[in-house]
C-alpha cells in the first residue's frame, strides 16, 4: 500500500470494475488479513496521529491501494464494509457541497430515524458532512464496531433519499442527470443495506 503516494479521482460506479487475480483465494485470504490487521492497529494504538493517518489514508494514498485488496470482497465481509466506508467518504470529501445538500435533503424526505442515527449535526455544512464521514470512519477504530457501521448505514441510507427525490425533480427538464442521481441513489442504498448486513453479523460474532 505504500507504493501509491497520489490521490485518485474515483467514481463509485468503478468500485466492481478490478480484474481477478490468478489466485482467487489468495487474494480473498490477503484482503481478509489486511482488514483485520487494520482494525487491529487502529484499535490498539494509543496515538492519535496514528489513528488519524488510518482515517484519512486514502488522502494522501489515493484509493487504488485499498481498491486492490477489498474491492472484489464479499459485500457482507470485514474487507467490504471498510472498502464501501472508505468510498463513501472519498466521494463526498470530492463533493462535500453536493453530499451536504442530498444529505439535507434526505434527512427532510426521510421519516426514519437514520439521521439520528447518523449522528448528524443540526445545521450540517460541507464542513460538517466531511467531518461526519470522518467521525463514522474513526468509529471502527474506536467504541462500538456494529454501531459504526450502523452510523455509515444511516448515512447512506439519508444520501440515497436526497439523491433520489432530486432525480426526480431533474427528470423532464435534465434526463440524463435525473438517471446519474438514480444510479447513484441505488448505489448507496444497496451499501446502506449492506453495512446494516455487516453489523449484524458482527453482533452474531459472524463477520470475517
Same mark, same amino acid.
Given at each position: 500500500?505504500?507504493?501509491?503516494?497520489?490521490?485518485?479521482?474515483?467514481?463509485?460506479?468503478?468500485?466492481?470494475?478490478? !480484474?481477478?487475480? #490468478?489466485?482467487?483465494?489468495?487474494?480473498?485470504?490477503?484482503?481478509?488479513?489486511t482488514a483485520h490487521a487494520l482494525v487491529r492497529r487502529g484499535r490498539e494504538t494509543q496515538d492519535p496521529a496514528t489513528l488519524d493517518r488510518l482515517v484519512s489514508y486514502t /488522502?494522501?494514498?489515493?484509493?487504488?491501494?485499498?481498491?486492490?485488496?477489498?474491492?472484489? #470482497?464479499?459485500?457482507?465481509?470485514?474487507?467490504?464494509?471498510?472498502?464501501?466506508?472508505?468510498?463513501?467518504?472519498?466521494?463526498?470529501?470530492?463533493?462535500?457541497?453536493?453530499?451536504?445538500?442530498?444529505?439535507?435533503?434526505?434527512? !427532510?424526505?426521510?421519516?426514519t430515524i437514520d439521521p439520528i442515527v447518523a449522528g448528524a449535526p443540526e445545521p450540517i455544512g460541507p464542513t460538517e458532512t466531511v467531518q461526519l464521514a470522518d467521525e463514522i470512519?474513526?468509529?471502527?477504530?474506536?467504541? /462500538?464496531?456494529?454501531?459504526?457501521?450502523?452510523?455509515?448505514?444511516?448515512? *447512506?441510507?439519508?444520501?440515497?433519499?436526497? *439523491?433520489? #427525490?432530486?432525480?426526480?425533480?431533474?427528470?423532464?427538464?435534465?434526463?440524463?442527470?435525473?438517471?446519474?442521481?438514480?444510479?447513484?441513489?441505488?448505489?448507496?442504498?444497496?451499501?446502506?443495506?449492506?453495512?446494516?448486513? *455487516?453489523?449484524?453479523?458482527?453482533?452474531?460474532?459472524?463477520?470475517?
Open positions: 500500500m505504500a507504493d501509491f503516494h497520489k490521490p485518485t479521482q474515483y467514481s463509485g460506479d468503478k468500485f466492481d470494475t478490478f !480484474e481477478g487475480g #490468478s489466485d482467487p483465494a489468495q487474494l480473498l485470504r490477503i484482503a481478509h488479513d /488522502d494522501a494514498n489515493g484509493i487504488d491501494a485499498i481498491a486492490e485488496l477489498w474491492a472484489r #470482497s464479499s459485500p457482507r465481509s470485514l474487507p467490504g464494509a471498510l472498502w464501501r466506508i472508505y468510498l463513501v467518504r472519498l466521494m463526498i470529501r470530492q463533493d462535500a457541497a453536493g453530499a451536504t445538500h442530498y444529505f439535507q435533503r434526505g434527512s !427532510e424526505l426521510l421519516a470512519l474513526r468509529g471502527l477504530f474506536r467504541g /462500538d464496531f456494529a454501531i459504526a457501521l450502523d452510523r455509515a448505514a444511516s448515512f *447512506c441510507r439519508v444520501l440515497s433519499a436526497g *439523491c433520489a #427525490s432530486a432525480a426526480d425533480d431533474a427528470d423532464l427538464t435534465a434526463p440524463e442527470r435525473a438517471t446519474d442521481l438514480t444510479t447513484r441513489a441505488d448505489r448507496l442504498a444497496l451499501i446502506a443495506d449492506e453495512l446494516a448486513a *455487516c453489523a449484524r453479523l458482527h453482533r452474531a460474532g459472524n463477520l470475517d
